[in-house]
């Protein structure tokens, strides 16, 4: 199967992407086009998108294209996720709006 030779979080997007069966033809197509994504960006990196999307809570297609697009994937892992507000006389804080 294709899904497996991407990885476990593309599978489990396409998975996502076919539960609500309202229109399955739609959803088809949004699988398909995921897998194309392959083509032209590589297994990995695709891999990398879904397993991004898949953390942020979206299973679009138009998500995990834009990721890919955008190279998001590569900026997660670069940055920390740790973020913290800096420190300096401008910030009012929680009293200020009492």
């Given at each position: 199967?294709v899904?497996?030779?991407?990885?476990?979080?593309?599978?489990?997007?396409?998975?996502?992407?076919?539960?609500?069966?309202r229109?399955?033809?739609?959803?088809?197509?949004?699988?398909?086009?995921?897998?194309?994504?392959s083509k032209?960006?590589?297994?990995?990196?695709?891999?990398?998108?879904c397993?991004?999307?898949r953390?942020?809570?979206?299973?679009?297609?138009?998500?995990?294209?834009?990721i890919?697009?955008?190279?998001?994937d590569?900026?997660?892992?670069?940055?920390?996720?740790?973020w913290?507000?800096?420190?300096?006389?401008?910030?009012?804080?929680?009293?200020?709006?009492?």
């Amino acid at each position: 199967m294709v899904l497996w030779r991407i990885g476990l979080a593309c599978a489990q997007t396409v998975h996502l992407m076919l539960a609500p069966p309202r229109h399955p033809e739609h959803a088809y197509r949004a699988c398909l086009g995921l897998l194309s994504l392959s083509k032209r960006y590589g297994d990995h990196w695709l891999e990398a998108a879904c397993a991004m999307a898949r953390k942020l809570g979206a299973t679009k297609y138009t998500h995990i294209r834009d990721i890919l697009l955008n190279r998001r994937d590569l900026l997660e892992q670069t940055q920390s996720s740790q973020w913290s507000s800096p420190v300096h006389a401008h910030v009012r804080g929680a009293g200020y709006y009492q």
